[in-house]
């Protein structure tokens, strides 16, 4: 019998603001206590431009504007070497307008300078790290497709394999 994992197609971005990037800090599963990308689900019928923009308007109340796709990444999390969940993750660039954010449902957001990034990747999901690294960081323009195994541990996350 086959093992039942959940896939989700969702889409996130740092949104960037002058030099800054914004963060949201979990407060709901998978990653809880991590600081991660802004983004989410796609609903049936909406592209995933009209996605980033509508969740980050609800996750963090900030009027962006889509700049372009960065990055496609497949990202399996595996729970006691177990798929669990398997993630089509659109890596959205987006730009803010103002950096006035609120924090909603989602957790507490936070702007971070490239230098902060680069320096404290120990409290990200590491993926998100490496997508950061990878598509804004490195500034890759292409749309490579990225594979991500990431490994749940009681309540830590481990990142086994990121690459194309």
């Known amino acids: ?11 996130i971005s740092p949104v ?6 914004l963060l949201i800090k979990r407060i709901k599963p998978p990653y809880t206590g991590l600081w991660s990308l802004p ?3 796609l609903e049936i019928g909406e592209h995933p431009q009209q996605t980033i ?12 504007t ?3 796709f960065r990055g496609i990444v497949s990202e399996i999390l595996y729970d006691n070497n177990r ?4 993630f089509v993750i659109w890596v959205c ?4 307008k103002s950096d006035k954010i609120k924090e909603f449902m989602e957790g507490k957001p936070k702007w971070f300078t490239r230098e902060e990034l680069i320096k404290n990747p ?9 997508m950061i690294n990878e598509f804004f960081i490195k500034n890759k323009k292409s749309l490579p497709i990225h594979k991500s195994h990431m490994h749940k541990n009681g309540k830590s996350y481990s990142l086994e394999y990121f690459g194309k």
């Open 1 to 11: 019998m086959k093992n039942k994992c959940q896939i989700i197609n969702a889409v």
């Open 39 to 41: 983004g989410g689900k």
């Open 93 to 96: 660039e987006t730009r803010a």
């Open 16 to 21: 960037i603001y002058k030099d800054k990037f």
């Open 83 to 86: 798929p669990q969940t398997q």
């Open 122 to 130: 120990k409290n990200m999901i590491p993926s998100d790290y490496a």
């Open 66 to 68: 889509f700049v372009s």
């Open 53 to 64: 923009v509508r969740e980050i308007r609800e996750e963090t109340g900030l009027s962006v």
